[in-house]
């Protein structure tokens, strides 16, 4: 015998216990090395074009 629930699930019952596990963590930001521009790790500044000290998007001053 299959266990089966008496009653469907109502949507706002449904969405409400599924609300608190999908919250959006704040992205880690970092200093840019060359021009000291906050920006997302493991990215090109936007500021100034740079990546690891290598300039990757020529930016004009």
Sequence with gaps: MAIV????????R???RRSNVWK???PALSRCGKC???K???R???????YRNR???KKEA
């Design 5 to 12: 629930p008496k009653r469907k699930t109502s949507k706002a």
């Design 14 to 16: 449904k969405n409400s």
């Design 24 to 26: 959006l963590e704040v």
């Design 36 to 38: 000291g521009s906050f």
């Design 40 to 42: 997302l790790i493991h």
């Design 44 to 50: 090109v500044c936007d500021a100034c074009g740079y």
């Design 55 to 57: 300039e990757v998007i």
